[in-house]
């Protein structure tokens, strides 16, 4: 996982490889190494303006309720296309960044939600990430910001979606003693995702492989 925390980020680096969901911006401590997280190629930028989230949630009957610690916020800087299923991917991908914040906040590694919204490599990724967070007694605390996404759809009901994460708001807190690990913001609080995705008998399009690179130029702010 690409996280900014520097003392779970060598735990979280053993996800990396499949799956690299939440985190904290780039730190100093663990930022090097981070820097050997998956390249992605070949990512056209997206539209960039948010609907609300009440807009964007998906209401269908079955899926599991995201109730996230109120210290926790998003925004998602991505607008609808227009087109129902690119429109699905975003907004399943919302969510999906979520459940495994709650599975984190929930200290359970096998949390329904995140489950629900993984599949294959991402999830088995995304439980050693968790895991970490779990062992240590910790989750995320702050703000996150997602932009410049960029979706497909193919005609075997997969798709892919390329997005920008802003972790320079976000950190690691401590549970124990509520301690919150704050970080400078650095060009490694930026990050770089791209996900595969693969509509499910259910209808939701569930992560099934997913990339990042920290500190890609394409994420870093305007001067």
Not at 62 to 76: A, N, V
Not at 95 to 114: E, G, P, R
Request: with cysteine; charged share 25%; glycine share 6%.
């Amino acid at each position: 996982m690409n996280r900014r925390p520097t003392l779970l980020a060598a735990l979280a680096l053993t996800a990396t490889a499949a799956l690299t969901l939440s985190a904290c911006g780039g730190g100093d401590e663990g930022s090097a190494k981070d820097k050997d997280s998956d390249k992605i190629a070949g990512a056209d930028t997206g539209s960039e303006k948010s609907a609300p989230p009440s807009e964007s949630a998906p209401v269908t009957e079955g899926r599991p309720k995201i109730e996230l610690p109120p210290d926790l916020s998003y925004t998602f800087d991505w607008s609808k296309t227009g087109d129902k299923e690119k429109d699905a991917i975003l907004a399943d991908s919302e969510q999906s960044i979520k459940a495994v914040h709650l599975a984190m906040a929930n200290q359970d590694a096998l949390d329904a939600a995140y489950l629900y919204y993984h599949e294959g490599e991402a999830a088995a990724g995304a439980e050693k990430f968790i895991q970490a967070y779990v062992k240590e007694e910790a989750r995320v605390t702050g703000a996150y910001r997602y932009y410049k996404a960029s979706v497909n759809v193919s005609d075997d009901n997969s798709g892919s979606l390329v997005y920008c994460e802003d972790q320079g708001k976000a950190y690691d807190m401590f549970l124990k003693d509520e301690k919150v690990n704050k970080t400078p913001v650095t060009k490694n609080s930026y990050v770089l995702y791209n996900t595969r995705l693969q509509k499910n008998d259910k209808g939701v399009w569930v992560v099934t492989k997913l990339l990042s690179q920290r500190g890609s130029d394409r994420c870093q702010p305007s001067a």
